[in-house]
């Protein structure tokens, strides 16, 4: 199946700093790729969809001055939580789908666990 | 209101033998996607199955077959077989005509004995 990388696999940061994660399709291009998070023991919660070369469209309830995320090609796909903090712990997904849409397989990157100081 | 619903937190099944997680789904649209989602204690999230809802035969996968009742709404995934290393949480998700985006049930944690 197709690949879906995620960069840092962990991090650990300081209150009030801002973390960059990346998403990238390694052997396809997606335009349309996906960010879920999930705490720990429970499910994955849409956070938004990042569509190639326009903005974001997130769910309710999600900061979009808080989580950013640029889909600045093809193949990458960032989320940048900004001024970080505890409650912003979590475990961030991404996903991509792969061939056309609405997409009949979604993979998933390894995800990246952030714990915020 | 909850679209995806998975009524087992937690299920045992000893090895070799089969196992069924349940799942029923909640969607007006004619046209979805039901997807089955493996997750091992390391986070990632392996795509198990996939049943669209046009689909006249069950899916199988190896051992993984989805048990779709239309009519029922409902789409079990049935582990034939079962490993130790099939010890995990698994997730249904399902994809409407109107999105692209998933939604997922809150998981079932799946416990295999030797």
């Known amino acids: 199946g197709a690949v879906v990388s995620q960069h840092p696999s962990r991090v650990i940061c300081k209150s009030g700093t801002s973390v960059k994660i990346e998403c990238r399709s390694l052997d396809f291009q997606a335009t349309t790729m996906f960010w879920y998070r999930q705490f720990p023991k429970k499910s994955l919660m849409l956070m938004a969809t990042?569509?190639?070369?326009?903005?974001?469209?997130?769910e309710q309830g999600v900061e979009k001055d808080k989580f950013l995320i640029n889909h600045a090609s093809l193949t990458l796909s960032t989320l940048t939580v900004t001024s970080a903090h505890p409650e912003d712990s979590s475990f961030y997904i991404c996903s991509a789908g792969a061939g056309t849409p609405p997409y009949n397989e979604q993979f998933f990157g390894p995800g990246t666990r952030l714990t915020v100081l | 209101a909850q679209k995806i619903t998975q009524t087992q937190p937690g299920m045992f099944v000893q090895e070799k033998e089969a196992v069924t997680l349940d799942c029923t789904y909640d969607?007006?649209?004619?046209?979805?996607?039901l997807f089955w989602y493996k997750q091992p204690s390391s986070g990632e999230m392996i795509f198990l199955i996939y049943?669209?809802?046009?689909?006249?035969q069950n899916a199988t996968e190896g051992r993984y077959s989805l048990n779709f009742q239309k009519a029922r709404k409902s789409a079990n995934l049935v582990i034939s077989a079962s490993q130790l290393g099939d010890s995990a949480m698994y997730f249904c998700a399902m994809r409407e005509e109107s999105g692209y985006a998933l939604n997922f049930g809150k998981g079932t944690s799946l416990l295999v004995t030797p």
């Open positions: 990042s569509n190639e070369g326009s903005k974001a469209t997130y």
């Open positions: 969607t007006s649209d004619p046209s979805y996607g």
């Open positions: 049943q669209g809802s046009y689909d006249q």
